[in-house]
């Protein structure tokens, strides 16, 4: 699949790398910059049991306290920016590094001077925040202690007090003593702890990295977009490909039509080798020697008595009549009496009678005048000027015979000729276009199927096969042509010598001297290179090229008797 549409990935993954460099130009710029802070423990520190890191300090919670509210407010004040704490907060992340009481406050902006700026902010903006909660709980401390100590100094001077008045030796007297002992034991204990807190230094941490001016951003990054954009581009390419490959039906190689088509490759022709509708192809060049391997498969897979191979297309178009008529030329190169049989009537004008045309014989009559009835076998029947042993019966008139090819008629005729001895190839119509090629099939002892790249689809090829299968006739495998349409047409070569009758005095015949018989009609014929002599060749091969020009002689209206003798006439 990628072999065939590598151009779809490779355009595909053009496009990502494409889009992943425009998307990299069109995003905006990002810098970070990161703080280093020590967190140190203060008394009113707890970590909770179970705690990922160790330690009196909880750093999990310390992380998330940075991104809060209250720090992001104070960062915004000290940034002096007009965005809101919110906003300025959604640019900050915190990562604790593992076995450390480090915090790495980390701040993204659009340069490095915020990123720098803000990172330090936020740092600066934490360490006072924790600062002051400290300072707040120490103050809080202080105030309830002092308020005890009052209170605990009132109450000791009540008891002093009430110890002056009562008597000496009584039980009062040793009841308050006791009560003043306890009283002045708690009084020194909260003035002594009361000391320590007052002269308590707050340490919330530190920042023992501060944030450094960032060089390059990170973000975007030019190679992760470009390569993601290739991949994704590659990926789409890939789903592309398969999707062209799964609905595409048309067959483009030989490779196709062995593999998707299930059906054996005799041969495979391309632009160079594969013939055009002037002529047959010459044994000893590149495509000769194809059909003549062709011919040896064929000889070879046919069993023994079996004469009639039937040539069919999995497509319309003239692939057919490309194969039938150079395989009976191979055919018949080798001594053996070849009969090709013209079943096909073209489906353009323009490509009329190419039998005709590439054997050099006459359009009619045909096998259309044979099955209706208006000549005989024998009359059809034309051998071809340059191969002797290769005999044609072409289509015929522009009457198709369509609806003939199940008559009694056409079976005897190929029984006939069976009993001649020889091969038999029939060029059929398509199995696309019309049914004649099954019934045509079924009179056959082996078919040929011509496949047409680009042009023929695999469910016309598996139905070829089938229908071929239907009437029990051996399918020996497909000859595969490049499409057609893409090959170099002969240019159409007018006559190159045409006899006139020279100007004549004499009175006009006699209408009895006028008449002309059917039977003294003669059409215009293709004469080969080899059956004229070199004094009077009128067809020369031009030097730089390997096509041949056809002198059409034009000998219906001329009596040579009465034309004066030219030089090499007499030839």
């Known amino acids: 699949m990628f072999r065939r549409h590598w151009w779809i990935a490779l355009i595909a993954t053009g496009a ?38 160790k330690g009196l300090v909880n750093l999990d919670t310390e992380a998330q306290l940075v991104g809060s509210g209250a720090v992001a407010t104070k960062a915004a004040t000290l940034l002096r920016s007009p965005r809101s704490p919110i906003d300025l907060a959604r640019d900050v992340s915190v ?22 700026a803000g990172s330090h902010a936020f740092a600066e903006a934490y360490l006072r925040n924790r600062e002051e909660t400290a300072q707040n709980s120490l103050n809080q401390q202080i105030k309830t202690l ?22 000496r030796g009584s039980s009062d007297e040793s009841n308050l003593l006791s009560l003043r002992s306890n009283s002045q034991n708690q009084l020194n204990g909260m003035t002594g702890k009361l000391n320590e807190l007052t002269t308590t230094t707050i340490g919330a941490g530190s920042i023992i990295s501060d944030a450094r001016l960032p060089e390059t951003p990170v973000s975007p990054n030019p190679m992760i977009n470009i390569a993601t954009g290739g991949m994704l581009g590659l990926l789409l390419g890939l789903g592309l490909a398969f999707v062209r490959e799964r609905y595409d039906r048309r067959l483009r190689s030989a490779a196709d039509v062995r593999d998707r088509g299930r059906m054996h490759v005799l041969a495979a022709l391309d632009e160079r080798t594969t013939p055009h509708f002037d002529d047959v192809l010459q044994p000893y060049g590149a495509g000769g020697r194809i059909f003549n391997r062709l011919r040896n498969e064929v000889l070879a897979t046919m069993p023994q008595g079996n004469q009639i191979i039937v040539v069919t297309g999995a497509s319309r178009g003239s692939a057919s009549t490309l194969v039938a008529a150079n395989l009976a030329a191979a055919l018949a190169r080798t001594g053996s009496d070849v009969v090709l049989i013209g079943a096909h009537l073209p489906d353009s004008v323009v490509d009329a009678a190419p039998l005709a045309r590439m054997l050099g014989v006459s359009a009619v009559p045909g096998l259309s005048d044979l099955l209706a009835g208006r000549v005989g076998l024998a009359a059809v029947l034309q051998r071809t000027p340059r191969i002797p042993s290769l005999r044609v019966i072409t289509t015929g008139g522009t009457a198709t015979a369509a609806g003939l090819m199940q008559s009694q008629r ?8 069976r009993r001649q001895g020889g091969y038999i190839v029939i060029e059929a119509p398509s199995t696309a276009s019309s049914a004649d090629a099954q019934s045509l099939a079924s009179l056959a ?108 002689i034009d000998m219906s209206g001329t009596d040579l008797s009465d034309a004066p003798a030219q030089d090499g006439d007499q030839k």
């Not at 998307?23 to 009113?44: E, R």
């Open 16 to 53: 990502g790398l494409g889009a992943g460099a425009a998307v990299t130009s069109a995003m905006p710029k990002v810098y970070q910059s990161s703080t280093a802070v020590l967190v140190q423990a203060i008394d009113q520190d707890t970590n909770a049991q179970g705690g990922r890191t």
């Open 95 to 116: 990562e604790v590094p593992a076995n450390t009481t480090v915090l790495m406050v980390t701040f993204k902006a659009e340069s490095p001077e915020q990123a720098q």
């Open 146 to 167: 002092s308020a005890k100590i009052r209170q605990l100094t009132t109450t000791l001077a009540g008891i002093n007090a009430r110890l002056s008045r009562a008597t």
């Open 410 to 417: 056409l079976k005897d005729t190929l029984e006939s000729l």
């Open 445 to 552: 002892d082996a078919a040929i199927l011509a496949v047409e790249l680009r042009r023929a689809h695999r469910p016309a090829l598996l139905d070829a096969a089938e229908q071929l299968q239907r009437v029990g006739t051996p399918l020996l495998g497909a000859v595969v042509l490049p499409r057609l349409s893409n090959l170099r047409v002969a240019e159409p070569v007018g006559p190159a010598v045409t006899l006139t009758p020279p100007p004549s005095p004499s009175p006009s015949p006699r209408p009895d001297e006028t008449a002309v018989l059917d039977r003294d009609l003669v059409q215009p014929r293709r004469f080969p290179t080899n059956t004229v002599s070199t004094a009077s060749q009128v067809r020369q091969r031009m030097s730089d090229s390997a096509e041949e020009i056809t002198a059409v």
